[in-house]
């Protein structure tokens, strides 16, 4: 087997294992938070937001310092220090004490954190570019069923062991995967000789002076604030459907609908990538992401909804793989880890933004008022590729 396919394959397994681990502490988050002390439905909800919403808040700040480090220093190395890093994270908040120790933990926790990305970064610089759509959509399907099993194994485990104890079998999940990096994949990686010391603003400024990637960073976070970030909204929408009847069962059924749909269609979108050229599937995709909003808008039955979150999925399928397709594409020689640095700036900031965001559409516009928005944000998207993005690559492609 090549050096590229193993090395795909074990991270795929081990981004499954540790999204996995970081999502089985979502269902019971605000439960716990009650364990910790926190009384009250309001108080509970303002500090789960906080508690969130920290984690891409300082993921968002310091993705580019760990960009920059893994382009001196090799990407295998930064997902190590992600990895072993998170781990004794998560053993940690098993070990809180109130809410405020649970949302410093949170805070080192997007500090420290990036396996994903650390790993897309990897995977696509030690891919043969004509394999890399493949290899970014096997990835992102590795993530995506981590997350859709996450949290279902979280609320079962929850039940049987106790908050606390989930932590600890996150955190030794993490460094499983981390230790399967470290004795496993190789990265065929030179040091940069005699590189010149720049500040963060110089490496952005000189990433973004190469036509399209500004554009490209804006429609990652269009599509993590339209489709990913306002998520948490529907389960909503599930409960006014199903009457309350069984609605966090049907809400689960909802998110892991479009989950599932993602995790099949990214190898073969990501394959149709690299035979058609990723740019075309990322417009297309955003173009179906944005058809199959609007529907779901007016939906009256509860299958209905299900059916659209599918379909929404199969579209979500070929948004980042091929937006990192891009983006190894175009990156400067020598800073492609900083370029996805940046580009995962964008990503977390529209994990950040979306539910803040998506509290205040719902309660001024209603619930059904979300899709509405995530369907313009999405045209929006289809502009910016159709009008920036194709004709730029165009030009370069004929300018070479």
């Not at 965001?357 to 995530?374: H, K, P, Q, Y």
Request: overall charge positive; charged content about 10%; proline content about 4%.
């Amino acid at each position: 087997m090549n050096d590229w396919k193993k090395n795909l394959y074990i991270l795929t397994t081990s981004v499954f294992i540790v999204m996995s681990g970081m999502t089985m502490i979502i269902p019971f988050l605000p439960l716990y938070l009650q364990d910790l002390g926190v009384t009250g439905h309001k108080e509970v909800t303002i500090w789960s937001g906080l508690i969130v919403g920290v984690n891409f808040f300082s993921a968002f700040l310091v993705s580019p310092l760990w960009g920059r480090l893994a382009d001196r220093h090799g990407r295998r190395l930064m997902v190590l220090r992600s990895g072993f890093g998170m781990a004794i994270v998560m053993v940690l908040m098993g070990f809180a004490t109130g809410p405020w120790s649970l949302f410093v933990f949170r805070l080192i926790n997007g500090t420290i954190s990036g396996f994903n990305p650390a790993s897309i970064a990897l995977v696509s610089t030690n891919t043969p570019k004509k394999h890399v759509g493949y290899a970014l959509g096997i990835l992102q399907a590795g993530s995506v069923a981590g997350a859709i099993c996450g949290p279902l194994f979280g609320g079962l485990m929850a039940e049987v062991f106790g908050f606390r104890t989930i932590f600890n079998i996150t955190g030794i999940l993490v460094a499983i995967a981390a230790l399967t990096v470290l004795m496993f994949v190789k990265e065929d990686f030179t040091p940069p000789k005699n590189e010149e010391k720049t500040s963060t603003w110089q490496d952005f400024k000189k990433i973004a002076a190469v036509q399209p990637v500004p554009f490209i960073f804006v429609i990652v976070f269009i599509i993590q604030f339209s489709l990913v970030g306002l998520n948490p909204m529907v389960s909503l929408l599930v409960e006014d459907l199903s009457g309350g009847v069984n609605s966090a069962f049907f809400a689960g059924l909802a998110v892991s609908a479009m989950g599932f749909a993602n995790m099949l269609a990214s190898p073969r979108l990501g394959r149709l990538s690299d035979r058609k050229g990723a740019q075309y599937v990322l417009l297309f995709s955003l173009i179906g992401a944005a058809l199959f909003a609007v529907p779901q808008a007016f939906v009256t039955e509860l299958w209905h909804l299900i059916v659209m979150r599918f379909l929404t999925g199969l579209c979500l399928g070929g948004l980042l793989p091929a937006a990192n397709s891009l983006i190894r594409t175009l990156s400067p020689e020598g800073m492609e880890s900083r370029t996805y640095g940046f580009s995962n700036s964008f990503l977390f900031l529209g994990s950040m933004l979306g539910p803040m965001s998506g509290g205040l559409i719902a309660s001024t516009m209603g619930i059904r008022g979300l899709f509405f928005i995530s369907a313009i944000l999405l045209i929006a998207g289809v502009f910016v590729m159709r009008m920036q993005v194709i004709p730029r690559l165009k030009k370069g492609c004929s300018s070479g």
